[in-house]
């Protein structure tokens, strides 16, 4: 029997996929799509990062992964053979929806410049390469900008609908009133309050209560501002607790005041912030960190018909209603799977609930029934757009604008406050090329 031609082989396959409905997927690497944030010098992040969307010759927008190992790269190195910079650059992400996230974080400054280079095996897709002409800063280089000059950078949004819910309760603010009431009512044995005052861009604080070793995560992020843009001065208070603290009525006698808190509910009056661990893993992104927000578009778990029908949760001890909810998964546990990682608070349970071993990060998305899938898909598309670091940084900025707004008195470095450093940072000294405007051009 005789062989068939190789060309024919290859037109019988093609017409057998076209049969079977398999859609043509090969991608075009110039009409590819690629954008985002990570692609300008001035935006200085953690990690910075940008979009691809795969396209294919005819000019259509792939809606899926393509089959095989899809061979888009990134390359990013200095301008300047003589700057010798580190930059880690991981392979792209797939958000198996035809769209990659492409990463890369700067542990040096360059002056003159990077060059990315985004390919498709040896080609370059869209207008590679991009140029970013020089300075680039990376995370620890202390260079704040003007905050309009910083906010139009980010495109940070023009107004934040939760903001202003929050600030509703406060139209303005009595420093010296805070001063008085929040010592004696958050501040006993059993409280996580820190007092925070910020003066010239400079950070100061003082513990009130018991348990405040969170405060190295509020200490970050407010560093990190003002390493990037100067901040107006204010005195304010963050709950590092897992729960809302102010409960007063808005037209009630005393009033509320407004604490800053990681976390909310529709019956407080805290003005709720991003919390700490998607802060603290965005800062430490692609440093053994890998639950932030940009890793977990790429890792979204098992299909929804793979995923399995029961709740889930893992946690500590912070609450006593989790305790309530591992012995509901131990009198149910083919609707509920709860289990405490680590006891703090209520150490006497351990024994009676048993110590549940960590999960992953990635595990907690096996949940699955008709209205999880909708909401899932919904709340994917929302975290895509609102989750995403630069607007993480537009969010703690405008909160603590809008506070500083609100204050009626000059803020104060009190009795007990520290000093909270600048991280050092040796081995990657930089130069700021800003001139620190006057207070009256703020």
């Given amino acids: ?134 300075p680039v800063y990376h995370e620890y280089c202390e260079c704040p900008e003007d905050p309009q000059a910083w906010q139009k950078t980010l495109s940070c949004p023009t107004k934040e609908p939760q903001i202003a819910k929050d600030f509703a309760s406060f139209p303005s603010i009595n420093l010296q009133q805070m001063l008085n009431e929040v010592p004696k009512r958050f501040g006993d044995e059993r409280g996580a309050i820190v007092h925070y005052t910020i ?13 405040t070793d969170f405060k190295m995560f509020s200490d970050e992020i407010l560093l990190s501002l003002t ?32 604490i800053i808190s990681w976390c909310g509910s529709l019956d407080s009056r805290d003005v709720v912030l991003p919390t700490y661990d998607i802060t603290h893993s965005t800062l430490e992104a692609m440093r053994g960190v890998t639950n932030d927000l940009l890793s977990i578009q790429g890792n979204t778990g098992p299909s929804w018909i793979n995923k399995t029908e029961r709740a889930f949760f893992r946690g500590r001890d912070s609450r006593e209603e989790r305790l309530q909810l591992v012995q509901l ?19 006497e349970k351990e024994k009676e609930l048993g110590k549940a071993k960590l999960m992953g990060f990635f595990d907690f998305f096996k949940e699955n029934d008709e209205e999880a899938n909708k909401i899932a898909k919904e709340g994917q598309l929302m975290a895509r757009d609102l989750l995403q670091p630069h607007r993480l940084y537009c969010y703690y900025y405008q909160v603590l604008q809008k506070y500083a707004e609100r204050q009626s008195s000059k803020p104060e470095v009190r009795d007990g406050m520290e000093l909270v450093p600048q991280p050092e940072d040796n081995t990657a000294i930089c130069q700021c090329h800003r001139k620190k405007p006057s207070k009256e051009e703020l």
Avoid: C
């Avoid at 003066?199 to 348990?211: A, F, T």
């Avoid at 609707?335 to 150490?347: K, R, S």
């Fill in 1 to 134: 029997m005789r062989s068939l031609p190789w060309a024919l082989l290859l037109q019988l396959r093609l017409a057998l996929l076209v049969a079977a409905g398999a859609p043509e997927v090969l991608v075009s690497a110039p009409r590819s799509l690629v954008w985002g944030p990570g692609l300008q010098a001035a935006v200085v992040l953690p990690v910075r990062y940008f979009y691809l969307q795969a396209v294919n010759s005819e000019g259509q927008n792939l809606t899926r992964s393509p089959p095989g190992q899809t061979p888009f790269k990134v390359v990013v190195k200095s301008l300047s053979p003589k700057e010798l910079v580190r930059i880690h650059v991981p392979k792209p992400l797939d958000r198996n929806d035809g769209t990659f996230l492409m990463r890369y974080r700067m542990y040096e400054t360059v002056n003159e410049g990077l060059k990315i280079e985004v390919l498709y095996g040896d080609e370059h897709v869209a207008q590679s390469p991009y140029i970013l002409k020089g």
């Fill in 199 to 211: 003066l010239d861009n400079h950070i100061y604080r003082r513990s009130l209560g018991k348990y």
């Fill in 227 to 258: 390493r990037k843009v100067l901040l107006p001065d204010l005195e304010f208070y963050v709950n590092l607790g897992d729960w809302p603290l102010e409960h007063r009525k808005v037209n009630g006698t005393p009033s509320p005041i407004p």
């Fill in 329 to 347: 998964s131990k009198e149910n546990p083919q609707l509920l799977d709860a289990g405490i990682t680590g006891y703090f608070f209520f150490q």
